[in-house]
């Protein structure tokens, strides 16, 4: 069920790209419909919202995960669930690309969906839906803005492992975002946790950061070693996802290279100050951000297939 207000996300590694940039131009959303398993499947939106309300409240880190399984699945080959498929002899899927290796998370929740929803409906609801469902639900578990997910996709039957390379980094400079996300169609991201390793050359080499805030984060990231050891993206509500990581921006302590390029001095600082002053502008273009990311290329009708099992295909 809706909220009938914002109030705070769960913080985790996707939102402030995502909220921050707009899209330009929209995506074709082919054959999606918001009621598309009304008379298939009517349940199977409940079951799914249940699973992920439950794994959320076990692990709040776990919104943001399976949020951010959407971001990584949408920015290779569109909106399919192929980053959800395993290894084979004769295809190497996505999951140990350099983006995703030892990143991703929220597979083992997708899993319970998937058997979930196959005990409602066999061979109905798309594991990319449920992807594009979860990510809802987990914002929404957290205490974040509702939006409406158009619904109908179809699964791939392959990966594209070189294909993740399209995946913006955290290294990159605002021109280098800006250019990631208009090549998808896109302006922006952000939500979570970040690894050591991926904040470690910002917190030694780079001079926009606070100082007593780059000394905090050497405390828990050494120059050597603890790659693996976690920071949250922002500073004063590490367990909610907010408009906080904005403000952080504008005192130079945003934790990654790329969050703190959309407040450098460029063409994104107004709107990082916009969003640090208005919540609840935020949460609409959040929302807005992810219908439209979920609309990338997806597969319809008699393309792909409904796999029985999110890991491989049938």
């Known amino acids: 069920m809706a909220p009938k207000k914002f109030s705070k996300i769960k913080h985790n590694h996707l939102a402030s790209l995502l909220g921050l940039f707009l899209f330009l131009f929209s995506i074709a959303t082919a054959q999606l419909c918001p009621d598309f398993y009304e008379k298939t499947c009517r349940g199977a939106l409940p079951a799914i919202e249940n699973v992920v309300r439950a794994a959320v409240a076990n692990e709040s880190r776990m919104g943001a995960s399976l949020l951010r399984l959407q971001f990584h699945d949408c920015f290779v080959n569109g909106c399919d669930g192929s980053v959800l ?4 002899p004769t295809m190497k899927g996505e999951k140990t690309a350099p983006p995703n290796n030892n990143s991703l998370r929220g597979f083992d929740v997708i899993d319970r969906i998937k058997a979930e929803v196959e005990s409602l409906c066999p061979g109905v609801v798309s594991c990319a839906d449920i992807i594009t469902i979860a990510a809802r639900d987990s914002v929404v578990a957290l205490g974040g803005p509702y939006w409406t997910v158009l619904l109908g996709r179809r699964d791939s039957t392959i990966a594209n492992f070189s294909g993740t390379k399209d995946i913006p980094s955290p290294f990159l400079n605002l021109s280098g975002l800006i250019t990631a996300f208009a090549n998808k169609g896109l302006s922006a991201h952000t939500v979570g946790q970040t690894r050591c390793t991926i904040f470690r050359s910002r917190i030694y080499t780079e001079n926009n950061i606070d100082p007593s805030y780059a000394a905090s984060l050497r405390a828990i990231c050494p120059a050597t070693g603890g790659d693996d050891n976690l920071a949250p993206l922002d500073t004063e509500t590490p367990t909610v996802f907010d408009n906080d990581i904005y403000k952080d921006m504008m005192m130079e302590k945003g934790i990654l290279h790329s969050d703190q390029q959309i407040y450098s001095g460029g063409s994104t600082d107004s709107q990082v100050e916009g969003y640090s002053n208005n919540p609840e502008a935020f949460a609409v273009d959040f929302g807005s951000a992810m219908i439209k990311m979920a609309n990338i290329r ?12 999110c890991r491989k295909v049938n």
């Open 85 to 88: 498929l395993d290894d084979t």
């Open 298 to 309: 997806p597969l319809t009708g008699t393309s792909g297939q409904i796999r029985l099992n």
